[in-house]
């Protein structure tokens, strides 16, 4: 079985300051993380995935990731907040084994920049 | 450009009613998904489908059915038997069954209760 609990539904950050937005995970074997953003009215897009390589992610628009298994934390930073990062974000976990490849969604964390 | 295309975005359905939403793929990707997001639920897995004719029921199946008759194609019906089927309906895909490819999604059906 497996889970993600991503802390806080709402964060709001400054133009320019730290974004980090928190995801924890359960899993009974090895994991595979996945970070997503969603924009209103649109499907997901990923930004990022840890694949059991290097536990530092780098993904796209500036945002990465560090995967520390003694915490089963998968937590998303970006250095500077834009106003374009605004939008949802999903944290995901799947197992890494075979012939389970369904993916278990966080309940999604709303991210707003304060100009 | 290759991509996951779901029709329509906005759907209406009337009590007793039966809507069926289309998801068409030119990924070629072997496997195919259908999710419902509610708000502050995140996505929840209603069918997905690994290879051609055949599927399974994912966390919330009940009320739904699909069909996987061709590779590209996955559409979702929703029966009059789904008691609360106002939501934001995605569909995604991924290029293999086994791999650790993440999936990539449409931009989504908003079905509302008419």
């Known amino acids: 079985a497996q889970s993600v609990t991503q802390l806080g539904s709402h964060v709001s950050v400054s133009e320019g300051a730290l974004v980090l937005l928190r995801c924890n995970y359960s899993?009974?074997?090895?994991?595979?993380l996945f970070w997503y953003v969603q924009y209103p009215n649109q499907g997901l897009q990923l930004l990022l995935k840890?694949?059991?390589?290097?536990?530092l992610v780098k993904g796209i628009n500036g945002f990465e990731a560090e995967f520390k298994k003694s915490e089963t934390s998968f937590h998303l930073t970006k250095p500077s907040a834009h106003m374009s990062d605004a939008a949802e974000y999903f944290c995901?976990?799947?197992?890494?084994?075979?012939?389970?490849?369904?993916?278990?969604f966080g309940t999604g964390t709303r991210l707003t920049i304060i100009p | 450009d290759g991509g996951i295309t779901q029709s329509p975005k906005y759907l209406f359905r009337k009590e007793g009613q039966n809507v069926t939403l289309s998801c068409e793929q030119n990924?070629?990707?072997?496997?195919m998904y259908w999710y419902r997001q509610d708000p502050g639920q995140g996505l929840r897995l209603i069918y997905y489908?690994?290879?051609?004719?055949?599927?399974q029921k994912g966390d919330i199946a009940e009320g739904y059915s699909v069909s996987r008759e061709k590779k590209e194609s996955f559409p979702l019906t929703v029966t009059s038997a789904q008691k609360n089927p106002t939501a934001f309906y995605l569909c995604?895909?991924?290029?293999?069954?086994?791999?650790?490819?993440?999936?990539?999604f449409g931009d989504g059906t908003r079905l509302s209760i008419l």
């Open positions: 489908s690994q290879i051609v004719n055949d599927f």
């Open positions: 995901a976990v799947r197992p890494s084994n075979f012939g389970n490849e369904k993916l278990t």
């Open positions: 840890y694949t059991s390589a290097a536990t």
């Open positions: 995604a895909s991924s290029p293999d069954r086994v791999g650790v490819s993440p999936q990539h």
């Open positions: 899993s009974s074997v090895p994991p595979y």
């Open positions: 990924l070629n990707h072997d496997a």
